[in-house]
């Protein structure tokens, strides 16, 4: 399965690197999209670094089969942006498989795709989900349909499993997310 | 009037220091409180500096006539603690005046006292407190009664112009607000 990873300065280092490494390890294929293509990122702890492969311009949504979107200061800065606020309800509404950890729900919240949603994220994330509409729930990891969410690094095992669960299933029957 | 400034790491450098250089330039007492007392707290850009002078364990919020909350990723840290949230909401409750730019408000939609109110935010904190419902506007300052709001570091002038001013009529009526 090809996997578009949105990411941009200051990401949450362990919530990057560990669902990367574990989704191509699986065989899967990540493409970092950031604003840019080549721009040079950091994690906030300084512990994990990564090279964008494309730019938000240069991408189809239709060309991926899932999106993920790792924690930190990443997502409330993406979200500044409406291609990639546009990318990620185009994926939402086309129900493939979203992977979104921390704050990276944040994303879907502004692309409005928290409604009828049961999904979980960083502690003070979940309160604006919830005022907005989403049932939230404090659980290590949420399952809802195509969308898996967790809340911080120490969900991180259970969020990869169930994303490579989901990924697993959508290959298996990619007409039946 | 005494000002409790609520500050964690990673504070807008410029949306902390001029208008607490201004407020305090205008006669008025500014009390910088953190998680702990005499915290060492840097903006995120490293421009600015600051040492907490009181824990909010420490403080009662009857001892204070306003509260001024900067942003950057300071507020998103303060909202994770209760007892930031529950001295905002004593604050708010109190009528008494409230000065919140960029990423500020996210601490007063945490503590729940967005609703029915018309305010202003960081464009990516907006479409938060829009769909949790508040009256959202796109202006460099709102004033709607105690609560004086804005957007962005460009805003500042504007920020502190009106937060003095709400700070003089509140002095000069102590019980009108």
Same mark, same amino acid.
């Given at each position: 399965?090809? *996997?578009?990873?949105?990411?941009?300065?200051?990401?949450?280092?362990?919530?990057?690197?560990?669902?990367?490494?574990?989704?191509?390890? #699986? $065989?899967?294929?990540? !493409?970092?999209?950031?604003?840019?293509? $080549?721009? =040079?990122?950091?994690?906030?702890? $300084?512990?994990?670094?990564?090279?964008?492969?494309? #730019?938000?311009?240069? !991408?189809?949504?239709?060309?991926?089969?899932?999106?993920?979107?790792?924690?930190?200061?990443?997502?409330?800065?993406?979200? #500044?942006? =409406?291609?990639?606020?546009?990318?990620?309800?185009?994926?939402? =509404?086309?129900?493939?498989?979203?992977?979104?950890?921390?704050?990276?729900?944040?994303?879907?919240?502004?692309?409005?795709?928290?409604?009828?949603?049961?999904?979980?994220?960083?502690?003070?994330?979940?309160?604006?989900?919830?005022? #907005? $509409?989403?049932?939230?729930?404090?659980?290590?990891?949420?399952?809802?349909?195509?969308? !898996?969410?967790?809340?911080?690094?120490?969900? *991180?095992?259970?969020?990869?499993?169930?994303?490579?669960?989901?990924?697993?299933?959508?290959?298996?029957?990619?007409?039946?997310?």
């Amino acid at each position: 399965m090809k *996997i578009a990873c949105l990411l941009g300065p200051d990401f949450e280092d362990s919530e990057f690197q560990k669902p990367y490494d574990e989704f191509k390890s #699986a $065989g899967h294929e990540v !493409v970092v999209i950031g604003l840019e293509a $080549g721009q =040079e990122l950091s994690g906030k702890k $300084g512990k994990a670094k990564c090279s964008t492969d494309k #730019a938000i311009d240069e !991408v189809n949504p239709d060309e991926f089969d899932a999106v993920f979107i790792p924690g930190g200061h990443s997502p409330d800065q993406l979200r #500044a942006d =409406e291609r990639m606020i546009n990318f990620t309800r185009y994926m939402m =509404e086309a129900n493939k498989p979203c992977f979104a950890i921390c704050h990276g729900p944040q994303l879907l919240l502004s692309a409005d795709c928290h409604k009828n949603r049961t999904m979980t994220a960083w502690k003070t994330v979940q309160g604006d989900l919830q005022k #907005a $509409g989403a049932n939230v729930v404090d659980e290590s990891v949420c399952v809802d349909g195509n969308l !898996v969410t967790s809340r911080m690094p120490d969900d *991180i095992p259970d969020f990869i499993a169930k994303s490579l669960e989901l990924l697993s299933g959508s290959r298996e029957q990619p007409e039946a997310a």
